[in-house]
């Protein structure tokens, strides 16, 4: 005797599919209009930074202008993303394509990572043979850079930034802007002292600033591919107090993962006594998953537990096994 495995209650206290997690209040359309605005500025001002970055032959105003074309190619990325997210859940994809986002999130940390690398070889040649830099011109791109960098990260800072896809966009721009005060410094340094090497210096603190936010959000795009708990989910402490509902035996292939940046989810078998009733006991166990964990896709499979065979569940579980 069971509970249906729970697939009554997968629905249960309201919650749905749509929005795929987003409760922050904004809107994927609104979202979609934050990162538009963020585009528009930065290719409008990428073009102009490379003619200047050549004809001054600084490597810290052409490495700005690198790096916001992989903030542009990283903002068409999320906007994608964001369009193959929204489809709804059918045929072979049963959770909808929410985790394209996530996949967008990998390419742009990947993609910063790949871009410190060659920056990186290209400041310590630099700082080798040092190069010519036209101090003026640097200054005044800089600001320029720093201004228009200060507008993308504002414009993206106004959609949902608990969302990889987006954070992964904003981090490109933010450190944009660090790259723009680095060429600035370094121009006026060159400008005033005609110290050179302090073009490739800048550089490389940018390059530094770069593999922290790369390796981020790979690591955190990561936990959500290969289905980790959520940060700050403990799976123990979840089971032990799952086990602590009344009438509850045993609580075993407990599972939880992240379905998008904005969506936890759960699936367990549960035991309880003879006498419980699995409906109730469901009913409980959702309503603490929801309070003590903010957890609300569920999905529990409730049986009976027969003493006299204990096993003959599974055969096997897969995780930790709960049981009193």
């Known amino acids: 005797m069971h509970d249906d495995h729970g697939h009554d209650g997968h629905v ?11 409760s922050h209040g904004v809107s994927r359309d609104a979202d979609r209009k934050w990162l538009a605005i963020a585009l528009s500025v930065i290719a409008a001002f990428m073009a102009v930074e ?3 970055g050549v004809l001054a032959q600084s490597l810290a105003l052409i490495s700005d202008a690198a790096h916001m074309l992989t903030d542009a190619a990283a903002i068409v990325l999320a906007l994608v993303a964001m369009r193959f997210a929204a489809r709804p859940a059918g045929g072979r994809y049963t959770f909808g394509l929410a985790r394209a986002e996530i996949l967008s999130a990998a390419a742009n940390g990947l993609s910063l990572l790949l871009l410190a690398g060659w920056l990186g070889y290209e ?9 010519e830099v036209t101090g003026w011109m640097v200054v005044v791109t800089g600001l320029l850079g720093l201004a228009v960098n200060v507008l993308a990260a504002w414009a993206i800072g106004k959609a949902n930034r608990s969302s990889l896809n987006v954070q992964g966009a904003y981090q490109h721009v933010l450190m ?3 790259a723009s005060v680095a060429a600035t410094a370094a121009g006026l340094v060159v400008l005033l002292t ?3 090497r ?13 593999i922290r936010g790369g390796w981020n959000l790979l690591g955190e795009s990561g936990r959500v591919l290969l289905n980790a708990a959520p940060a700050g989910v403990r799976p123990d402490v979840i089971g ?5 509902a009344d009438g509850v035996v045993e609580v075993h292939d407990l599972h939880v993962w992240t379905i998008d940046s904005g969506q936890a989810a759960l699936s367990a078998h549960v035991l309880v006594d003879e006498p419980a009733d699995c409906h109730l006991v469901r009913r409980e166990l959702e309503r603490t998953l929801a309070a003590e964990h903010g957890i609300t896709h569920t999905t529990l499979q409730v049986d009976h537990h027969v003493r ?9 579980a897969h995780g930790q096994v709960h049981r009193r």
């Open 50 to 52: 490379v003619v200047v």
């Open 198 to 210: 302090a073009d490739a210096i800048a550089t490389l603190v940018v390059v530094v600033l770069m």
């Open 240 to 244: 032990v107090d799952m086990l602590a």
């Open 308 to 316: 006299e065979s204990a096993d003959e569940h599974c055969e096997s």
């Open 176 to 178: 944009d802007m660090f």
């Open 123 to 131: 400041a310590i040649t630099r700082l080798a043979e040092p190069t």
């Open 194 to 196: 005609g110290w050179a």
């Open 12 to 22: 249960h206290d309201g919650h749905a599919h749509e929005g795929h997690g987003h």
